[in-house]
């Protein structure tokens, strides 16, 4: 549960511009989830989510993308396993089917770990695309990102 709802998380704040707890939890009210403001606080700090501005001047929650990185990469990797259901190599592409809604976040998880051949990932809602560098390298991603999962 805590994993979907981090997961949750992520997409509603890359999707909208929340600006306080308040508002994060009327997003997961509305989707199903009930939720207390302590455990959204838990999350928000667990997560390493951090404040950013605007372009009108305003703060929004967003992933942190500095010093912390490690810290939301292990989220990021912790979604991507929890939710990544079938791995499959098409040529030089991998295909990665997720749970409903968890493509976005494995595909930043991907590109979060700068694996050595990735040239660029591709999300819709349940299915990512990884391009690889060569066939040869999609093997090894592929190789690689199901050994993640296992």
Not at 8 to 16: D, E, F, G, P, R
Not at 38 to 56: F, G
Not at 100 to 115: F, L, Q, T
């Amino acid at each position: 549960m805590k994993t979907a709802r981090q997961n949750l998380i992520l997409n509603i704040i890359k999707t909208q511009e929340i600006e306080t707890q308040e508002e994060l939890a009327k997003h997961l009210i509305d989707a199903g989830i009930n939720i207390t403001q302590a455990t959204i606080s838990r999350d928000i700090k667990e997560m390493n989510l951090i404040k950013v501005q605007t372009a009108d001047g305003r703060y929004k929650y967003a992933p942190n993308s500095g010093d912390n990185q490690p810290k939301n990469l292990s989220v990021l990797i912790r979604v991507f396993k929890t939710t990544v259901r079938e791995i499959q190599t098409a040529g030089n592409i991998i295909v990665v089917k997720t749970m409903s809604g968890s493509a976005n976040v494995a595909a930043e998880a991907v590109d979060s770990m700068d694996i050595d051949g990735v040239a660029g990932t591709l999300a819709g809602d349940n299915t990512l695309f990884v391009a690889a560098t060569s066939q040869e390298k999609a093997e090894e991603i592929s190789d690689a990102l199901k050994a993640l999962i296992q």
